[in-house]
T-cell receptor, first 114, second 113 residues
Framework: GENVEQHPSTLSVQEGDSAVIKCTYSDSASNYFPWYKQELGKRPQLIID?????GEKKDQRIAVTLNKTAKHFSLHITETQPEDSAVYFCAASIWTGTASKLTFGTGTRLQVTL | NAGVTQTPKFRVLKTGQSMTLLCAQD?????MYWYRQDPGMGLRLIHY???????AKGEVPDGYNVSRLKKQNFLLGLESAAPSQTSVYFC????????????FGQGTRLTVV
């Protein structure tokens, strides 16, 4: 099955700096790569996603890049703010023909300090 | 529009007891999923369903059973709870098809003593 590795497990940045989280996946059939943000005690929520036919996608301060050849994708957050502090999960999805199955990374705890 | 709702939010079980977690969605989604979340291990898929009356095993199905008798509901059962099943359980749902966003419930914190 699919295996998704995520690094780093914890990341501390100062407010205003950039944060980068990296993920690799094992199955070349994966074609959808969402990123979820989970605040303490809350449910995971989608913040951005990218499909395999796109190399980069940006939404305000958040961007995701995908390198299909190397099988890795990254989340970039610029001008970080205290409210960006949370756990971020990457995921890779394989379409089986009847179902879309997400495999998650182990998460990155981002702390934005003042 | 409540989205995805899980019942209960918290539960403490004794080893060997059984319980059922209920997930309900009002978005008319075809696909529903049950995940467990453990520290340092991310979210792992237990079982999933691609439609009413269908279920399939995920990554960590042992010790759990599921049923999807109605499109809007997906039940997760623990027949004989074990301490290793102490976890936070999340239900999610998504539209039919490729590359669709998964919407999560608020989670159920289960402790087995």
């Amino acid at each position: 099955g699919e295996n998704v590795e995520q690094h780093p497990s914890t990341l501390s940045v100062q407010e205003g700096d950039s944060a980068v989280i990296k993920c690799t996946y094992s199955d070349s059939a994966s074609n959808y790569f969402p990123w979820y943000k989970q605040e303490l005690g809350k449910r995971p929520q989608l913040i951005i996603d990218i499909r395999s036919n796109v190399g980069e996608k940006k939404d305000q301060r958040i961007a995701v890049t995908l390198n299909k050849t190397a099988k890795h994708f990254s989340l970039h957050i610029t001008e970080t703010q205290p409210e960006d502090s949370a756990v971020y999960f990457c995921a890779a999805s394989i379409w089986t023909g009847t179902a879309s199955k997400l495999t998650f990374g182990t998460g990155t705890r981002l702390q934005v300090t003042l | 529009n409540a989205g995805v709702t899980q019942t209960p939010k918290f539960r403490v079980l004794k080893t060997g007891q059984s319980m059922t977690l209920l997930c309900a969605q009002d978005m008319n989604h075809e696909y529903m999923y049950w995940y467990r979340q453990d520290p340092g291990m991310g979210l792992r898929l237990i079982h999933y369903s691609v439609g009413e009356g269908t279920t399939a095993k995920g990554e960590v199905p042992d010790g759990y059973n599921v049923s999807r008798l109605k499109k809007q509901n997906f039940l997760l059962g623990l027949e004989s709870a074990a301490p290793s099943q102490t976890s936070v359980y999340f239900c999610a749902s998504s539209k039919q098809g490729e590359s669709t966003e998964a919407f999560f419930g608020q989670g159920t914190r289960l402790t087995v003593v």
